[in-house]
Every structure is written in structure tokens, then in C-alpha cells.
């Protein structure tokens, strides 16, 4: 087991090499249904994510002190999936559990026509996150080989390129003190099917169905094999890939938690020295 799989008790097996896409991945190899390292059902998630949360929390705190003191890391967490596949529920659920200082989070949409006139990572670099803080990406540059990809809104060859273009991003950021954290949350076209029909079911879900999601769910096939090839091309040392089955929202929540404590845990932070005189200090306070 990893360190982190010695703080957190309910994991039975470490996930992590699981879920990591390596050599001779295939995606449609992937249960989407299955828990991987956890045994427990959902009943067993909510304490699970709880006791979690508090790790975490403890450590995001740990990891926003110490940029104070100088420390110039920071994290990258992407969260690329198919709709409906719970990356609302990772941001609000996972993430929520941070102070919100020290998180910086961005949803990308289509790109503006300004964004457009630029190179495709030129909006992505600017909402890169700070010294000390987590960035979270809710759809990330991936979109350019995903969806360009699917709906050939450019040339295979160009996209071609990004791939390249990516990996060589991605080790930029690593090289300058990032640990990138790629995941995919993985949903079966049944349980996507069934999630839109609750939105359509439920008055205060109908805020959350898109008619264009059933667009893009008629591409279904292509989005996999697009998918396959990104995390074939782009799963690197540097910024590896996991996939995360998301069947199950309590699992794939507990999963990207998981991945985020290892990342911290791997930091080995502590809390910053004073760079004052402690008993000094207390003393005029005393007097004050």
C-alpha cells in the first residue's frame, strides 16, 4: 500500500495502480460498475468520504502554509469525462472540503472567438493555478482532441500535433513544480442514459439537461475510441492518466479524494517554522 493508504484505513487495497492507465490499456476493458480497493457498499461511502475529507483538508492547509513560507508547488487536478459523469459532484463533494482560498477552479466552455484566434493552450495558461493553491479543471485542453476530435472542428493532422503539443505542456508544468493529476470518470452509456432521465424526470433537475447532450450521445463510440487514443498518447511520467469507473458517484468521489491525499501525501509538508521569537512573542502579548 501507498502512504496515504496508511492514513486512510478503509481502503483495503491501494487503487491507485488500478486505476492508472498503462502500456496496453484499453478502455472498453474498464468495468464501469466496479469499486477497485474498496469493499464497502454506498452505505459505507458517506463515513468513508468523511473521514477522508478531514485528511485532506488538514493536508490542502498544510500545502497553502507552506507556499506562504515560499514553497512555489502547486497541483493540477483534471476532470475530463462524458456528461453526467459526476464532475460537479467531485468539485462540490471532494474538493468542497478545502478551504476555498486555497482552490482554483475553472470550468471551460466552448472557446470564445477570441480564444480561438489564439493557440489552443493560450486560455488554458492563464487559469493555471498559484503557489500553495489546487487548480481544479472542470474539461480541460483535452476538449481540443475529444470533442475536435469527434466533430472535426480541425484537421486530423492538427490534432494530431496536440497530442505532442500536450506532453510537452504537461512536463513545462511538472517541471516548474505542478503534480498534474488527470482523471477520466468513466460512465457507461446506460448509466449516462439513465442520469439524463432523471434530470428530465425531476423539476429541479430540468436546469441541468442540455438537448445538446443527447447529441452527443448519438457519437457515443466515436468519444471512446477519441478517449482511448488521448489516454494511449497522453498518459506520461510526468502527468499520468486515471480512470475512474463513475457508475457509482460515492466510488469515483472516494477515488479522485484518494488520488488527491497521495498527491499531498507525497509532498512529505509540514508546518512552516515561526520566524519569530514564540516566547517574546507571548510574552507582550501577555502585556498587551
Same mark, same amino acid.
Not at 466496479?34 to 468520504?49: M, Q
Given at each position: 500500500?501507498?502512504?496515504?493508504?496508511?492514513?486512510?484505513?478503509?481502503?483495503?487495497?491501494?487503487?491507485?495502480?488500478?486505476?492508472?492507465?498503462?502500456?496496453?490499456?484499453?478502455?472498453?476493458?474498464?468495468? *464501469?460498475?466496479?469499486?477497485?480497493?474498496?469493499?464497502?457498499?454506498?452505505?459505507?461511502?458517506?463515513?468513508?468520504?468523511?473521514?477522508?475529507?478531514?485528511?485532506?483538508?488538514?493536508?490542502?492547509?498544510?500545502?497553502?502554509? &507552506?507556499?506562504? &513560507?515560499?514553497?512555489?508547488?502547486?497541483?493540477? =487536478?483534471?476532470?475530463?469525462?462524458?456528461? *453526467?459523469?459526476?464532475?460537479?459532484?467531485?468539485?462540490?463533494?471532494?474538493?468542497?472540503?478545502?478551504?476555498?482560498?486555497?482552490?482554483?477552479?475553472?470550468?471551460?466552455?466552448?472557446?470564445?472567438?477570441?480564444?480561438?484566434? #489564439?493557440?489552443? =493552450?493560450?486560455?488554458?495558461?492563464?487559469? =493555471?493555478?498559484?503557489?500553495?493553491?489546487?487548480?481544479?479543471?472542470?474539461?480541460?485542453?483535452?476538449? &481540443?482532441?475529444?470533442?475536435?476530435?469527434?466533430?472535426?472542428?480541425?484537421?486530423?493532422?492538427?490534432?494530431?500535433?496536440?497530442?505532442?503539443?500536450?506532453?510537452?505542456?504537461?512536463?513545462?508544468?511538472?517541471?516548474?513544480?505542478?503534480?498534474?493529476?488527470?482523471?477520466?470518470?468513466?460512465?457507461?452509456?446506460?448509466?449516462?442514459?439513465?442520469?439524463?432521465?432523471?434530470?428530465?424526470?425531476?423539476?429541479?433537475?430540468?436546469?441541468?439537461?442540455?438537448?445538446?447532450?443527447?447529441?452527443?450521445?448519438? #457519437?457515443?463510440?466515436?468519444?471512446?475510441?477519441?478517449?482511448?487514443?488521448?489516454?494511449?498518447?497522453?498518459?506520461?511520467?510526468?502527468?499520468?492518466?486515471?480512470?475512474?469507473?463513475?457508475?457509482?458517484?460515492?466510488?469515483?468521489?472516494?477515488?479522485?479524494?484518494?488520488?488527491?491525499?497521495?498527491?499531498?501525501?507525497?509532498?512529505?509538508?509540514?508546518?512552516?517554522?515561526?520566524?519569530?521569537?514564540?516566547?517574546?512573542?507571548?510574552?507582550?502579548?501577555?502585556?498587551?
Amino acid at each position: 500500500m501507498g502512504a496515504k493508504a496508511k492514513i486512510e484505513k478503509f481502503w483495503t487495497v491501494d487503487p491507485i495502480d488500478s486505476l492508472r492507465v498503462k502500456p496496453g490499456f484499453s478502455l472498453a476493458d474498464v468495468d *464501469t460498475s466496479a469499486t477497485p480497493g474498496f469493499d464497502g457498499k454506498k452505505k459505507h461511502s458517506a463515513e468513508a468520504l468523511r473521514k477522508g475529507a478531514n485528511i485532506f483538508r488538514h493536508q490542502q492547509e498544510m500545502f497553502f502554509a &507552506d507556499s506562504q &513560507d515560499g514553497d512555489e508547488r502547486k497541483v493540477l =487536478l483534471v476532470l475530463q469525462a462524458m456528461d *453526467t459523469s459526476g464532475k460537479g459532484g467531485i468539485v462540490r463533494h471532494v474538493v468542497g472540503a478545502a478551504d476555498p482560498q486555497g482552490i482554483d477552479h475553472f470550468a471551460f466552455k466552448a472557446p470564445t472567438k477570441a480564444e480561438l484566434s #489564439h493557440d489552443f =493552450l493560450w486560455r488554458i495558461r492563464k487559469q =493555471l493555478p498559484r503557489a500553495g493553491r489546487i487548480g481544479v479543471f472542470d474539461r480541460s485542453h483535452y476538449e &481540443d482532441v475529444l470533442i475536435a476530435r469527434v466533430r472535426e472542428l480541425s484537421p486530423l493532422e492538427t490534432i494530431d500535433q496536440r497530442y505532442d503539443e500536450i506532453n510537452a505542456f504537461e512536463q513545462e508544468l511538472a517541471d516548474d513544480g505542478t503534480t498534474v493529476i488527470k482523471v477520466m470518470l468513466h460512465i457507461s452509456s446506460d448509466e449516462q442514459k439513465s442520469r439524463l432521465a432523471e434530470r428530465l424526470d425531476r423539476p429541479d433537475k430540468y436546469w441541468k439537461y442540455n438537448p445538446g447532450d443527447v447529441d452527443e450521445r448519438l #457519437h457515443w463510440p466515436a468519444y471512446q475510441e477519441a478517449y482511448q487514443v488521448a489516454l494511449e498518447r497522453t498518459s506520461t511520467k510526468a502527468a499520468p492518466w486515471f480512470v475512474v469507473p463513475a457508475d457509482h458517484k460515492w466510488y469515483a468521489r472516494l477515488a479522485v479524494q484518494h488520488l488527491l491525499i497521495d498527491a499531498l501525501t507525497r509532498m512529505e509538508l509540514s508546518w512552516p517554522e515561526a520566524d519569530y521569537d514564540i516566547k517574546k512573542e507571548k510574552a507582550r502579548l501577555r502585556a498587551s
